[in-house]
Every structure is written in C-alpha cells, then in structure tokens.
C-alpha cells in the first residue's frame, strides 16, 4: 500500500531565507503527487501537484517541488520565505484504484522576522 | 479549482447532541469526500460521498455516527451524531477533479463539551 513520510513535524526559518519540506512516498509506478498548504484556522490550499513531465513543477505563491524517482521523493522549496508563508504544510500521494488521497502527517512552518 | 463553503464555520455543542454540516459546491462535481482532522494531526478521510450512490465509510467510521447525504452535486451533508469530546475536531469537505486532484472546503471546527 502506498504511503507518504514528511520527516520533519516542525520547521524555523528566518524570512528571506530558503525552504525545502521533505517528502517521501512509496509507490511502484508513477504517483501522483501533491503539496497542500494550511494556514491557522483554514482549510487546505492546493499548491502544487505532480502527475508527468517535466520533474520540476511550479505552484502558487513561488513554491516548486521536484519529483526524484530514484529517492522517492517530492521535495517542496521556496527561494526565500515570507512571514505569510508559516502553515502546515501537507504532502499526498493517490491511492491506487481509489480516488482518494493518501496524506503526509504535516510538517509545521515557523517564519521569524 | 472550485469554491467550497461550509456552514457553520465553528460551533460549541453538548455531549449527546448531533451537528449537521453543511457543505455547499459552486459547480456541479461527482466526487466529494469527508474527512476529520484532529487537533494537531493530519488528515483522516471519513468516508466518500458520490451523487447517486450510498456514502462509503472507511473503517473505523460507521454510518450510524456519521450519517452522510448527497442530494445533487453541488450539496452535501454530514452530521456527527451522538457527540462525545472525542468528536472535537475539524471536519473538512472536499472535491474530487479527477487524477486523484481535490479541493477543500474552509472547514468546521466543533468543540464538544
């Protein structure tokens, strides 16, 4: 069965600073991958999603993410991070032959001024 | 994409009430999903609810508790009945758009005191 690792559960970065969320996924053929975002009090946003192509894909709000097949994973980064950007952040895979998403236990983003 | 609203946004209930919730599409979709998130957790689906079938439930969760309806598609409800604090919780519905992509309503959050 499939099933995703976030590895870290809370995150500090400075604004202006670079970001890079880790994820990781098991699956055996090509996943289908995605990044949501959860702003306090919210529901989840979708940021970004991974289905073929070009292995480097472009969300919203300046965030990218890259598929590595050979480490399994779907990394979400931003060059420098706004204050705006503190949420949890949550990485999903689709089950296969479903149509439901399999998700990340969060990692939470701390941004200091 | 979609715009998704939830009615009530938050409520405060008693021990042994129900709480119906509301959860309204602005175009019509097949797909739509129910999930609770704990405080602090991640993401637990609930159950599916496609227009013109009967909800399915995911285990640990059973209808008689979680009572879902799917009238057309653009509108669904569920209702948390017999509530216990253990329900305290955010409860999330979302859309499916196909290869596996949702989006998600604002949320509720339900304290049960």
């Known amino acids: 069965a499939q099933s995703v690792t976030q590895p870290d559960i809370h995150i500090t970065v400075s604004e202006g600073a670079s970001l890079e969320l880790r994820c990781n996924y098991s699956y055996g053929a090509t996943p289908y991958l995605f990044w949501y975002v959860q702003s306090p009090g919210q529901g989840l946003q979708l940021l970004l999603k991974?289905?073929?192509?070009?292995?480097l894909v472009q969300g919203i709000k300046g965030f990218e993410a890259e598929f590595k097949r050979s480490q399994s994973s779907f990394n979400l980064r931003k060059p420098s991070v706004h204050w705006s950007d503190a949420a949890e952040y949550f990485c999903?895979?689709?089950?296969?032959?479903?149509?439901?998403?399999?998700f990340g236990t969060g990692t939470r983003l701390q941004v200091f001024p | 994409s979609a715009v998704i609203s939830q009615k009530p946004s938050r409520d405060i209930c008693q021990r042994g009430t129900s709480l119906t919730i509301q959860c309204q599409v602005d175009s019509q979709v097949t797909m739509m999903f129910w999930y609770r998130q704990q405080p602090g957790q991640s993401l637990t689906l609930i159950a599916t609810a496609n227009q013109g079938s009967e909800a399915t439930y995911e285990s640990g969760f059973v209808i008689d508790k979680f009572p879902i309806s799917r009238p057309n598609l653009t509108f669904s409800t569920l209702t948390v009945s017999n509530m216990s604090p253990e329900d305290s919780s955010i409860y999330l519905c979302?859309?499916?758009?196909?290869?596996?992509?949702?989006?998600f309503g604002p949320g509720t959050r339900l304290t049960v005191t």
């Open positions: 979302s859309v499916g758009r196909g290869n596996y992509e949702q989006y």
């Open positions: 999903a895979v689709g089950a296969d032959n479903t149509d439901k998403l399999i």
């Open positions: 991974y289905f073929s192509g070009d292995t």
